[in-house]
């Protein structure tokens, strides 16, 4: 496993981290999320991401409980979560003050923890001054509730004004930014984020590097019914992968598989190395539902060494999707 800063801040995180959306306490057994846990902790992965939305708060309990039962030095792992959905009541969402302080009080409480090292804003909230949100995301740090905060699903011009907010009255500003980053989503984290980076630190945690499943080639010739995407709730990704873009998509891949088998790797793995290359990235969310697609994920740090500019460039020239930045444009 390789480890990164968090940002520019300090924190070492694995390139690699574990994400609970969907499965822990809803798609897998305790026992299947126990041995997920496990094996992502033994192979290197210090980085466990949940949220107070994931199984309305049973993905919080279901991680607190392996982690409370392994015993694991607390100082030895990073837990992150993100507040804005946290019940039905209007006080119960958002990120009002009230509802950051009540809602990681909350996920405090469901993860069995005195702190987690980041809390995220769960995206942004147009009801709530942007001064609130950065004075009661340094009100929980300063409260040992939390050690750093982040952004998910912010803007660059919601971040740079975090920041600045942050900077004008001497408050704890973001250090991250967790976005949506895989082969067919790539335009926020290629030509956004890393100008963030560069100018005031903010890296980038990136999830759904598989777009859901869909570059793993299991919707090809129909949606299965154990998969995500045949879950209640979730008929927008059904829709999704049968889409026109979906097909097109899926056709893709597949032309992506001859370069895979070349690597000696699955396009998977393939997938998920060509998303751990970009700059400014701290580390990938791996969203798995047993452990030998986490070990089948975990390959993808070793093929890293082999996306060398030719390969990239063939990549590339496959997906013709390439962001093109201001400067580019106008030159």
């Not at 390789?2 to 690699?16: A, I």
């Not at 409480?109 to 609130?132: C, G, H, I, K, T």
Request: glycine content about 8%; aromatic content about 8%; charged content about 20%.
């Amino acid at each position: 496993m390789k480890y990164r800063n968090l940002g520019k801040s300090g924190l070492r995180v694995s390139c690699l981290g574990l994400g609970t959306w969907v499965t822990f306490g809803s798609q897998i057994s305790d026992e299947t999320a126990e041995s997920v846990l496990s094996i992502a902790y033994e192979r290197g992965i210090n980085l466990f991401d949940t949220a107070e939305v994931y199984a309305s708060g049973k993905a919080e309990k279901t991680l607190g409980n392996v982690l409370k039962s392994k015993g694991w030095r607390r100082s030895s792992y990073v837990v992150t979560t993100k507040i804005y959905w946290g019940g039905q009541a209007e006080t119960e969402r958002g990120l009002s003050r009230k509802h950051i302080i009540e809602g990681l009080q909350g996920s405090l409480q469901r993860l069995q923890m005195d702190y987690v090292d980041v809390v995220f804003a769960n995206r942004m909230d147009a009801a709530s001054p942007m001064e609130e949100i950065v004075r009661a995301m340094t009100y929980v740090i300063d409260r040992g509730m939390a050690l750093y905060w982040g952004t998910s699903r912010w803007s660059a011009v919601e971040i740079m004004e975090a920041y600045s907010v942050a900077r004008q009255f001497n408050l704890v500003a973001p250090v991250c930014e967790q976005a949506e980053y895989h082969l067919f989503q790539r335009h926020k984290v290629e030509s956004q984020l890393p100008t963030l980076y560069h100018h005031i630190g903010v890296g980038a945690v990136t999830w759904s590097p598989l777009a859901c499943g869909l570059i793993t080639g299991k919707y090809e010739e129909r949606v299965p019914e154990n998969c995500r995407a045949s879950i209640k709730g979730y008929q927008w990704l059904k829709e999704k992968v049968q889409s026109k873009d979906g097909q097109h998509q899926q056709a893709k891949v597949k032309e992506l598989q001859p370069l895979a088998t070349r690597l000696g790797c699955t396009v998977a793995q393939l997938a998920i190395a060509w998303c751990l290359r970009s700059e400014g990235i701290s580390s990938v969310l791996l969203g798995v539902s047993s452990v030998e697609q986490l070990l089948e994920n975990l390959g993808a740090v070793q093929v890293l060494a082999q996306l060398t500019a030719p390969v990239l460039q063939e990549m590339e020239a496959l997906l013709g999707n390439k962001p093109t930045t201001k400067k580019e444009s106008r030159a």
